[in-house]
Structure formats: structure tokens, C-alpha cells
């Protein structure tokens, strides 16, 4: 495993952004150029500089229009292998996600940054509008309030006008398709692996959100409209099969995070070269699982993360 780094930002630049803003772009992904452009257009359509970090896998390269940093993986990547990767390469004092088919409000990233500020919250979700096609990815909207919209509890989503996700509101209990959280606080490091590490496919930032719930970490919602969400069965990550849950409970989540390898360069322990699953063994072998240690020690240290010096912490 390698990868290559393109258009990478400053760290000592003047006027550096607060916030990074990553999206993984999937190699497998239909129609993923346009989508990048629009995605791209979204998020310089910001009404406060955002940094983006754009996650290619499998070898794939970005476009010759896409004046952004980005990074290319020579080997596919699951989702949060692409997110983790991102919080490893995030040099800001925020950061969020934003899904290839998702679109922020022009001021939703500065009305979460502030609310972040002025609660001293570590993680701020908003409302999102469901979108049932793609007529969303080129509009420009500001964070709008709730009066015309409506919640239903269906999963998946069944298609309807004026249709709220849920998460700004807590109707639905999750926080967001795309969440802003405090790196500075948290550590760059993001769920990857399961205590087994078999990789985690489908319920990543639901065990993030436990995982500093657990530990007292503040949360605020915003019950605002800050973004579109597409919603599409056939398609997306979050309604394919997995047994993430029979894995969540048997093995709890494993401490070690493709941050870990991203962060040391050494990627010789990473599950994606085994055929099949492999549990860590006692002790710190190498530089990931010494990396591993550290950043466990980190956590406990700040509340975060594991609370005993184990390769997994189970999460209920």
C-alpha cells in the first residue's frame, strides 16, 4: 500500500482555514466526475474557506480541474479506511464529512463552526432535507428553518415532498450524514476496524458518536436545515448488506485505525493484505501497534477512546 499527495495545503500558510471538509471518492462510484465537479463547486461556495481533502482509492487520480488537495491510495479502500485517512491528513482545528451525492448550505459550515465555537461542543450535527434524485447537487441554498418540512420514521426513506432526515432534530437519533467535530479534541484517528479487524462497512460513525458519547463528549444539534441528503436504496454504502452489528457485538472495535498506518507510513499490519481476518496478538510489535499504543494512551489521557490498555474497546 502507498499513496501519493497532491495540491497539499500549507500548514504554515497565513489565514488557514478552520475546518477541513473530506469526501471519499469511491472508485467504484457511477458518474463520480460529475459529481466531484459539483461537490468541488459546493464547497468553494462556502461562505468561510473550507480546506478539502479529497480520498481516492484503488489507484484512481483526480481530474485536471480539481484545484484541491487530494490523495490517491493504491489499493481499494472501505469508507472509513477513506475517512480515517482523512483525519490523519487534516491539518485544521475542525472537521466533517460530506458525501460525494450530499450538498451543504452556502453557510453551513460557518454556522456549525460557530456553534461549535460559542457551546464548546466536540461534534455539531444539523437537519437535512432528503433528496430522492439528483436535482440538488447544483442547487445553492442558505441553512433554512423547519416550518414546511416533515419527519417519518420509514427506513429506508420513502420518497415524499418537503421530507426531514431527522438528525438535527434527534427524531431520527443520529446526528447527520455529514457531522462537524473538534479534531484538536478527538486525535486523528476514526473507527476503522473491528476488534477481529474485519473492516467496518456500514455503521462507522454510528460507533464514533458512542464512542464519545461514552465519554462525555458534548454534542449539539442543529435544528436547522444545512444540507441535502440523497437517499437511494439501490445504491448507496448504508443500505447494502453487512454483519457489522454481529461483529460490533462479538469483538467490540479495535483501537488500531487506518490513520495509524496513513500517520507512520507503515502499512505492513494493515487488514487489507490479509486474506483473512487477524487478531492482534498481546504486545506492540511494530510502528503501527507502538502508534496504536500511544494514541490509546492519548485518549485515555483525555477521556476519549479506550479506558483500559486493550487492542479493542466494546461498544453496546
Known amino acids: 500500500m502507498q499513496f501519493r499527495s497532491f495540491n497539499a495545503p500549507d500548514p504554515n500558510a497565513p ?46 487520480v483526480a481530474p485536471d480541474w480539481l484545484e484541491a488537495p487530494w490523495y490517491s491510495f493504491d489499493a481499494p479502500l472501505t469508507i472509513y479506511e477513506a475517512w480515517s485517512a482523512a483525519t490523519a491528513l487534516a491539518q485544521t482545528n ?7 451525492d ?10 456549525m463552526v460557530a456553534t461549535a465555537a460559542a457551546t464548546k461542543s466536540t461534534l455539531v450535527g444539523g437537519e437535512w432535507l432528503v433528496s430522492f434524485d439528483e436535482s440538488h447537487l447544483e442547487q445553492k441554498f442558505v441553512v433554512e428553518d423547519l416550518w414546511k418540512t416533515s419527519f417519518v420514521a420509514d427506513w429506508p426513506p420513502k420518497a415524499q415532498a418537503d421530507l ?34 474485519t473492516p467496518i462497512k456500514s455503521i462507522g460513525d454510528s ?33 447494502r448488506p453487512h454483519q457489522d452489528n454481529d461483529h460490533l457485538r462479538a469483538h467490540g472495535v479495535s483501537l488500531v485505525s487506518f490513520a495509524n498506518f496513513v500517520l507512520s507510513g507503515d502499512f505492513s499490519k494493515w487488514p487489507g493484505l490479509e ?27 483525555m477521556g476519549l477512546g479506550a479506558q483500559r490498555p486493550s487492542q479493542s474497546v466494546a461498544v453496546q
Not at 35 to 40: E, F, K, T
Request: proline share 6%.
Open 207 to 239: 460507533i464514533f458518536w458512542q464512542m464519545l458519547s461514552k465519554n462525555n463528549c458534548k454534542f449539539t444539534r442543529i435544528p436547522m436545515i444545512v444540507g441535502r441528503y440523497y437517499s437511494d436504496e439501490d445504491s448507496q454504502a448504508e443500505f
Open 94 to 100: 475542525y472537521i466533517m464529512n460530506l458525501n460525494m
Open 102 to 111: 450530499d450538498r451543504l448550505a452556502t453557510n453551513a459550515v460557518q454556522a
Open 164 to 197: 426531514r432526515l431527522g438528525s438535527g432534530t434527534a427524531e431520527r437519533g443520529t446526528y447527520g450524514p455529514a457531522t462537524l467535530w473538534n479534531l484538536k479534541q478527538v486525535g486523528q484517528w476514526y473507527p476503522s476496524y473491528f476488534g477481529n479487524q
Open 275 to 301: 486474506s483473512e481476518p487477524v487478531v492482534p496478538e498481546g504486545g506492540p510489535r511494530n510502528r503501527i501497534e507502538q502508534a496504536s499504543d500511544k494514541l490509546a494512551a492519548q485518549f485515555r489521557a
Open 15 to 60: 489565514d488557514r482555514p478552520l475546518v477541513t471538509v473530506f469526501c471519499a471518492v469511491w472508485h467504484k462510484q457511477p458518474n463520480k466526475l460529475e459529481l466531484l465537479r459539483s461537490h468541488w463547486a459546493n464547497l468553494k461556495a462556502q461562505s468561510i474557506p473550507v480546506e478539502p481533502c479529497y480520498i481516492f482509492d484503488n489507484g484512481d
